[in-house]
């Protein structure tokens, strides 16, 4: 694949559609849904250094995650193209209602600045998402 060049319209649109479905899905809470967007269920969680891999690890990170925010949702900021992925920036938002690990809930609202890298392989099969954001936001 050339770097230099990205894939035409009309892939750019699937590939858009797809991440767009996605980031409904999960709002709604739809996981078979979101799990077929991908050839094989993967999220790299970068700022906690954790990497849930196969169907039931990411169903298992949607569930504690839903337990601890389970109104979370996603404000999106941006969504840009590049030649192997679809790059957003959302503002992730929820009420910490439940227990996140050993984090007790707070009771608090979250508003978190956030970008999403989901990468594409040669077949446009989406085959991770890539999640950046700063965890002393998060906390706070």
Do not use: C
Not at 121 to 139: N, S
């Amino acid at each position: 694949m050339n770097y230099r060049t990205l894939p035409s319209p009309a892939l750019l649109a699937a590939r858009e559609k797809r991440v767009l479905d996605h980031f409904h899905d999960e709002v709604v809470q739809q996981w078979d849904a979101v799990l077929a967007t991908f050839a094989h269920p993967h999220y790299e969680i970068i700022a906690t250094m954790t990497v849930h891999d196969g169907d039931q690890a990411v169903r298992d990170y949607y569930r504690d995650t839903r337990v601890a925010f389970p109104d979370q949702d996603h404000e999106l900021i941006s969504l840009r193209h590049s030649h192997d992925a679809v790059i957003t920036e959302f503002w992730l938002l929820g009420t910490h209602l439940g227990p996140l690990g050993s984090i007790p809930a707070t009771g608090s609202r979250f508003r978190v600045r956030m970008t999403a890298f989901f990468i594409f392989d040669e077949d446009e099969k989406l085959i991770v998402e890539r999640i950046y954001f700063d965890t002393l936001t998060m906390l706070k």
